[in-house]
């Protein structure tokens, strides 16, 4: 058996099957906009973990930006008021 192929380490952690792997990728798959609604079903899982890569990457621009909205959001309205505290608990 290859080493690529070997999916245990020294500390004898216990091999992750091909079954298994082919099962979270599909898994993936189906997580991702950019692959799901795709109507061929031939994706690589090269392919699908890159998505994964720049899917989790767009999420947190996206959080990032919501949360840079929150906090400006916040800076314009009354600090006691219940508006300021709905922001603020977003915010953490």
């Known amino acids: 058996m290859s080493s690529r ?7 004898g952690v216990s091999r ?3 079954d298994q792997i082919i099962d979270l990728v599909s898994k993936l798959r189906q997580l991702l ?4 609604d795709r109507r061929s079903d031939k994706v690589s ?3 699908v973990l ?6 989790i990457r767009s999420l947190h621009r996206e959080v990032d930006d919501l949360s ?3 906090s400006q959001l916040l800076a314009t309205i ?3 008021s219940a508006e300021a505290a709905i922001i603020r608990s977003l915010i953490m």
């Open 50 to 55: 890159q998505e994964t890569c720049n899917y």
């Open 78 to 80: 009354d600090a006691d």
């Open 45 to 47: 899982a090269s392919k």
């Open 16 to 18: 992750i099957s091909d």
């Open 68 to 70: 840079e909205r929150l």
């Open 33 to 36: 906009p950019e692959i799901r």
């Open 5 to 11: 192929r070997s999916r245990q380490s020294s500390a």
